[in-house]
T-cell receptor, first 114, second 112 residues
Framework: KNQVEQSPQSLIILEGKNCTLQ??????????LRWYKQDTGRGPVSLTI?????NTKSNGRYTATLDADTKQSSLHITASQLSDSASYIC?????????????FGGGTRVLVKP | DAGVIQSPRHEVTEMGQEVTLRCKPI?????LFWYRQTMMRGLELLIY????????DSGMPEDRFSAKMPNASFSTLKIQPSEPRDSAVYFC??????????FGSGTQLSVL
């Protein structure tokens, strides 16, 4: 069964510090991996999309890495800000542009404290 | 563009009542998705439309759920009759080609 596991489930960090979120998947075949940010009371917003040939992609202070061999991805947040408090969801697609075949992780809830 | 627009933002209803959720996708997008999000199960795909045609409704939980897309700019998700276990946040998302999904702000549904 295709699965996406995220860790930790939640974490608290101090403003200005860095943190790294993990995503392990068993989805096969694999086409692309996405990270979404979901603020409380809002819909998820795409941060990065990586195909199997990409091993890193950045979006501002967010940097995602991908190791397609070990089926692991990470999302690194640099110099965290209060606005980074949100849930971060890892999503894997087995087929390019198959929006109905996505497997969602359970998310990591991040709380940034001043 | 204003993004994906959903209405209402919040809906409180009593068990047995009909509930209709509405979605206006981003202009020019040809794919539309309805998702349900709960703490226990996370995000689950309910139904997927491509060019206004339902392509995959395998996630629709039961016959009480139905969805329509009469044109490229409007879709509805209907629950009749509603039950307390339907309480969740319902998201509509659209995309062009199914690659990057753009989500609406969701409808928080509470069935009492």
């Amino acid at each position: 069964k295709n699965q996406v596991e995220q860790s930790p489930q939640s974490l608290i960090i101090l403003e200005g510090k860095n943190c790294t979120l993990q995503c392990n998947y068993t989805v096969s075949p694999f086409s692309n991996l996405r990270w979404y940010k979901q603020d409380t009371g809002r819909g998820p917003v795409s941060l990065t999309i990586m195909t199997f040939s990409e091993n890193t992609k950045s979006n501002g202070r967010y940097t995602a890495t991908l190791d397609a061999d070990t089926k692991q991805s990470s999302l690194h947040i640099t110099a965290s800000q209060l606005s980074d408090s949100a849930s971060y969801i890892c999503v894997v697609s087995p087929i390019k542009a198959a929006g109905n075949k996505l497997t969602f992780g359970g998310g990591t809830r991040v709380l940034v404290k001043p | 563009d204003a993004g994906v627009i959903q209405s209402p933002r919040h809906e409180v209803t009593e068990m047995g009542q009909e509930v209709t959720l509405r979605c206006k996708p981003i202009s020019g997008h040809n794919s539309l998705f309805w998702y349900r999000q709960t703490m226990m199960r996370g995000l689950e795909l309910l139904i997927y439309f491509n060019n206004n045609v339902p392509i995959d409704d395998s996630g629709m939980p039961e016959d009480r759920f139905s969805a329509k897309m009469p044109n490229a700019s409007f879709s509805t998700l209907k629950i009749q009759p509603s039950e307390p276990r339907d309480s969740a946040v319902y998201f509509c998302a659209s995309s062009f080609g199914g690659m990057e999904l753009f989500f609406g702000s969701g409808t928080q549904l509470s069935v009492l």
